[in-house]
Every structure is written in structure tokens, then in C-alpha cells.
């Protein structure tokens, strides 16, 4: 059993109005598309927890870069909130997942 990395990003919107939501609606659709066992993708992940706040979708992938391997594959997914002139766009949800 190996592991690789992934990252996805969730606009905001009416539909994903709060982290948590888009994350669980994230995942559910992952696991519909590639199934509950190894797939390499982010429907492994269980839960997320917050990793940092950022004001621009560059600067959330620098951090996402930086901080990819503090994440276990085992472990909840880490999220990136976005902002674009101090308002929430999204989440980006990242981290080593079981393949």
C-alpha cells in the first residue's frame, strides 16, 4: 500500500456555504466517482482541520506546498481558507492520502 499527495479546491457558494460542508460534500462525491478502498484520492480522508487563512489562491498553494508533509495519510486533511479582498472564496483541501 503506498500513498500520494492531493489537493482540491472548493469555491464558496450557496451549495458549500461553510468549510465543513464543502469538505463532506467533497468527499462523498469522490467516493461515489472512485470507491471507499485505496484510491488514491481525497474521498480516503474522514475529516479536515484548518491549517491556515490566506488572501490569495497563489499564496494557498505555497502553503500547501510547504506544509504537504506535516500531513499523515491517515490522518484528517488539512484546509487552506482563501480570501480575495478580506472575503471568503473557498477552501483548498489537501494532504497524503492511502493508495
Known amino acids: 500500500m503506498g500513498a500520494t499527495t492531493v489537493s482540491r479546491f472548493v469555491e464558496k457558494s450557496e451549495y458549500n456555504p ?6 463532506e ?3 462523498k462525491q469522490d467516493r461515489y466517482e472512485n ?3 485505496y484510491s488514491g484520492t ?3 480522508k474522514t475529516s479536515c482541520t ?5 488572501d490569495s489562491h497563489e499564496a494557498a ?7 504537504m508533509d506535516n500531513n499523515d495519510k491517515f490522518g484528517p486533511a488539512f484546509a487552506v481558507t482563501v480570501r480575495v479582498n478580506g472575503v471568503v ?3 483548498a483541501f489537501y494532504g ?4
Open 89 to 91: 472564496v473557498g477552501w
Open 50 to 54: 484548518d491549517r491556515k487563512t490566506v
Open 35 to 37: 470507491g471507499h478502498s
Open 96 to 99: 497524503w492520502v492511502a493508495e
Open 18 to 23: 461553510t468549510r465543513q460542508i464543502a469538505f
Open 25 to 27: 460534500r467533497l468527499v
Open 42 to 44: 481525497i474521498g480516503m
Open 61 to 67: 498553494q505555497e502553503f500547501i506546498d510547504a506544509d
